[in-house]
């Protein structure tokens, strides 16, 4: 059959031919959505594992055969080049498929593209950014950026400082915050008082108004460096489009080249942000908006930390006037007994778009759950037993085993204990390697200095020791002595003779690094002389013992005070030291210790070195999970940082999107039926607002209407509101992200249940728990 008799075929008669040809059966959900007459908006909300890709491509290739679109004036568009690709194939595949079986489409192919290429592509069309390159992070000009920085943090290094400077950027870009890159729009005309006070609020750290004044310098110099070589950024693509579409003439140019395109989908929906959609419905023809098909998941909306904006999903009515819904409510890639587990926890969230949840895999798939006493990484633990068990499996393809985390800190010593173990992780994060993280490296490396006597490692960890002055102090002491130091005893008796003659307060800090270095230096000596095995073997645990101790004595000020001031996380930190004492505790030599780290590293670093290896694991954050599938889960991790119990309370309390008056009505119910909780579950979020309005004299909250009267205390209880709301939201999409981690499972998902668990895991229908004794 050709193509010409396609045209003259129903739509139900091309339908029966696909199911046929692709050996398919399609549901009457499906059918619904294949029956699409391209008349109006059409939202598809496509469960997890729905098969979105697949029912895209078919609506196209049904598209092409009924006449409304050749293959060229067709629009994908999605967010990742993975997608990206994976369209292409499924296209490619289907209609290799089809025409085998009688069925031949027109010669071409739909625009299937990311956001990122079609705005570089169109941004290109500009004369001023014909020859721009694209800059994939920042650290390309570390060396001038870091020059801009004219007040060095006592605690973290420039590189440091550059690393939260580019967060909170591109923070306030994907957050919409920023017009001009580098300031909050709201106060571009105002003090940079006010624009520090703004921008503190979108940061979790305490930085001084220097940082924020750094911070302008660096991101100024960052559009220089970028103006001056050439460069556009991922954001400038976004940014530069938009404010050239400013221009008539441009916004015409760019809206002739899109007005090519008939028929236009958005893939993954639910992660579009604020200047995408401004971008692209500006950009496609009227005609083309009048049907537009945007496919997405609003249980699986999760990117909020990079500006995307569930509500244009969730309120696509508004967004698309007379747009029409399907669901695809079937979840052909997870188990029914693994999916079941997961539903009850995704419907408390208040708000969400109304679909049903199935399973095509009846009465498939296992939920294994262990039950620890023990909070933090335990190596004991019966899950990563069946972890390895299965890993070593021959029956068992490495690469349908997953380990799933929230954090890079989770993976990190399990990855690491896993190395020990000969299976190697592909972590897809160099930070989130054990060697490469800074807790790590301050502690090893001092041990390092005092043991090899290398001075090196010591000047690296200087400012862990006494911070930036006594960092200050060893570069005074080499410019003093007129040398290079590559031994750490050579400073000392530099340092020696330094202090004597200017009389500096770091004396006592150079003779306590001395006192550390003759003991280690004794052990050496006592090692040398020691005669018999078991002698060396206590003398060498001692060794080790006392090396990890003089490192850790030597910094506890420096980590005391980066966990008082939030830079670190001290359960973040006391896990690391845990974990490598029990490590060190199973050398009975230094040198063999330090070998092995090396080698670890080197292997974790490359994948090359890790595809020669037997035995490999895939290690993925959450986040990076999603589009993603496996026969083997496990969920690792999952812990009460930044949900705690008392918190969720505030979600079923406040749910997001409540009006202000509703807020104030509930406000006073639990107020004066659960005073004591409610603090808790304030101060469990963080929600310091509360104290202000408590801490105010004209604040009743019993006669809360008199109260709000006051323009004062109204704009302050209202600030309050938001705050509160803004939380509440972050808790539906912790369980968004929660139900994406469960849904990457087909056969099998192990979760392990310990004291500091997040406590949405609780609203999971968990079964019966294995008892753990680790």
């Known amino acids: 059959m050709g193509y010409k008799d396609i045209q003259d075929l129903s739509t139900k008669a091309i339908i029966d031919l696909m199911e046929s040809g692709l050996n398919m059966k399609f549901s009457d959900e499906q059918i619904a959505i294949l029956n699409n007459d391209f008349t109006k908006p059409l939202l598809v909300n496509a469960c997890a594992g729905s098969g979105k890709t697949t029912i895209f491509i078919l609506m196209a290739l049904i598209a092409i055969a009924k006449g409304n679109a050749d293959p060229d004036e067709i629009l994908g568009i999605t967010f990742s080049h993975k997608s990206r690709v994976d369209m292409g194939e499924r296209y490619d595949s289907f209609v290799s498929q089809l025409s085998d079986a009688g069925l031949e489409f027109s010669i071409g192919r739909p625009n299937f593209t990311t956001f990122h290429a079609l705005f570089y592509q169109l941004l290109r069309q500009n004369p001023e950014y014909q020859s721009a390159q694209v800059l994939t992070s920042y650290r390309l000009f570390m060396r001038d950026l870091s020059d801009q920085i004219k007040h060095p943090s006592n605690v973290i290094t420039k590189a440091e400082m550059l690393e939260e400077m580019f967060d909170l950027n591109d923070y306030m870009i994907n957050q919409g915050l920023t017009t001009d890159g580098v300031l909050p729009t709201a106060t571009q005309e105002q003090p940079l008082s006010a624009a520090i006070k703004v921008m503190s609020e979108f940061s979790r750290q305490n930085h001084s108004q220097e940082f924020y004044e750094d911070y302008v310098d660096v991101i100024d110099k960052y559009q220089e460096l970028k103006r001056r070589n050439g460069y556009i950024d991922f954001n400038d693509m976004k940014m530069l489009l938009l404010e050239s579409m400013k221009d008539p003439q441009y916004l015409n140019y760019y809206q002739q080249i899109m007005s090519r395109y008939k028929i236009a989908v958005i893939d993954e929906f639910q992660d579009i942000d604020n200047l995408q959609w401004q971008i692209i419905s500006q950009l496609l023809s009227p005609e083309t908006m009048q049907h537009l098909i945007v496919i997405g998941d609003d249980d699986q909306s999760i990117y909020s930390f990079r500006g995307s904006n569930p509500q244009y999903i969730l309120n696509y009515k508004r967004l698309l006037p007379n747009a029409q819904k399907h669901n695809l409510s079937t979840n052909y890639r997870t188990g029914e007994k693994i999916l079941k587990r997961v539903i009850p926890l995704i419907k408390h969230n208040h708000v969400r778009l109304d679909k ?132 750490l005893s050579k400073y000392l008796l530099a340092a020696e003779a330094y202090n004597a003659e200017t009389n500096t307060p770091y ?218 709301e803004n939380y509440s939201a972050f808790v539906e999409e912790e369980r968004r992200l929660l139900y994406v981690g469960v849904t990457r499972a087909q056969q099998e998902l192990c979760l392990r249940i310990a004291p500091d668990s997040n406590p949405l895991l609780f609203e999971l229908n968990l079964p019966k728990k294995k008892t753990s004794k680790k």
């Open 356 to 487: 049903k949840l199935l399973s095509g895999r009846k009465d498939v798939g296992k939920f294994v759950l262990y039950s620890s006493k023990k909070s933090g990484f335990s190596s004991g633990s019966k899950m990563l037993k069946r972890l390895v068990k299965q890993i070593n499996d021959p029956e068992i393809n490495n690469d349908d085993i997953a380990i799933l985390v929230r954090y890079n800190s989770s993976r990190m010593l399990l990855a690491d204990w896993l190395a020990n173990q000969k299976i190697y992780a592909n972590i897809n994060n160099s930070s989130a390697i054990l060697q490469n993280n800074i807790v790590y490296r301050i502690i090893v490396e001092l041990m390092m200095a005092l043991w090899q006597d290398k001075y090196k490692y010591f000047a690296d960890q200087a400012n862990r020791i006494g911070f930036r002055a006594y960092k200050d102090h060893t570069g005074k002491v080499e410019a003093r002595a007129n040398d290079e130091f590559r031994k």
């Open 507 to 724: 004396k006592r800090t150079d003779e306590r690094v001395q006192v550390y270095f003759n003991s280690i230096k004794r052990f050496k000596q006592r090692l040398s002389e020691a005669d018999n095995l078991e002698s060396k073997t206590k003398l060498s645990h001692s060794l080790i013992e006392d090396l990890y101790k003089a490192a850790t004595k030597l910094t506890d000020k420096y980590f005391d005070y980066m966990e008082e001031k939030n830079f670190m996380s001290k359960t973040e930190v006391n896990d690391i030291k845990k974990y490598l004492e029990e490590e060190l505790e199973n050398y009975q030599s230094i040198d063999d210790f330090f070998f092995d780290e090396e080698r670890k590293k080197s292997i974790l670093s490359s994948r090359m070195e890790q595809g020669k290896q037997e035995h490999r694991i895939q290690f993925l954050s959450l986040h990076q999970a999603k589009g993603l599938e496996f026969k083997y889960v496990y969920l690792y991790g999952l812990t009460n940082k930044e949900v705690e119990s008392a918190g969720v309370a505030l979600n079923d309390w406040f749910p997001p999107e409540m009006a202000f008056d509703q807020f104030v009505k509930k406000w006073k119910t639990v107020y004066n039926k659960s005073y004591e909780f409610l603090e808790r579950a304030l101060s469990s979020a963080h929600i310091d607002d509360y104290k202000d309005i408590t801490n105010n004299n004209a604040f009743n909250p019993i006669n809360l209407e008199k109260t709000l009267d006051k323009k004062k205390e109204f704009a302050m209880f209202h600030g309050f509101y938001k705050e509160v």
